[in-house]
């Protein structure tokens, strides 16, 4: 029997393992159901729509290859909610957006972004990604998931992709508008 670790190499190096790795990845509101199943206490941490990471239910299905991340946002020290009403809060995200979401985390709106005018670019000051508080989560998920039985899954590092932190930057429709329109700017 190999190990997740073992299984997911193996596989990536397109050699036979004793069965294909499983990733998944589980809303919240299907953990939250699975949970009550199995007699577990609900987690307080997660909305209905999150994509959500759940150690128990991956143990129990065996799940082989999981991804995780340290805070790779813009502007970490500026994420905070702003205010909280009875159906919405409005918070500052670590990419520099004002938003507007649902506390059921089924919609969020972007009321501003960090980039509103692509001339001040070279203006943004972006926080260092040196500053250990990036990588507190990350560590501690590391040392979590080694400690489990058999070394745990198979932890793949995650770093985000250039359309999503553009669009994040500058805004979806905005951005848009920017590659079709000014593709110099976008390249």
């Known amino acids: 029997m190999m190990t997740s670790t073992e299984r ?30 199995q007699g577990l206490p609900p987690r307080q941490d997660i909305l209905p729509f999150d994509n959500v990471y759940d150690a128990e239910m991956n143990a129990y299905y065996g799940v082989d290859l999981i991804i995780v991340r340290a ?21 500052r995200d670590g990419w520099g957006r004002l938003l507007r979401s649902l506390n059921d ?56 992709g250039p359309f999503l932190r553009c669009w994040w930057l500058r805004g979806e429709e905005q951005f848009l508008i920017d590659i079709a329109s000014d593709p110099d700017f976008v390249y």
């Open 8 to 37: 997911v190499i193996t596989a990536l190096c397109f050699q036979s393992t004793d069965y294909v790795p499983l990733c998944d990845h589980y809303w919240g509101i299907t953990v939250e159901r699975w949970r009550q199943r």
């Open 105 to 160: 985390g089924t919609k969020d709106q972007t009321l501003e972004v960090a980039l509103a005018d692509k001339g001040d670019l070279d203006k943004l000051e972006f926080e260092s990604p040196y500053d250990d508080r990036r990588y507190e989560a990350f560590v501690a998920r590391l040392i979590q998931e080694r400690a489990r039985p058999g070394g745990g899954p198979c932890m793949i590092p995650r770093v985000g």
């Open 71 to 91: 805070d790779d946002t813009f502007f970490p020290s500026r994420a905070q909610v702003i205010r909280q009403e009875s159906n919405y809060r409005v918070m």
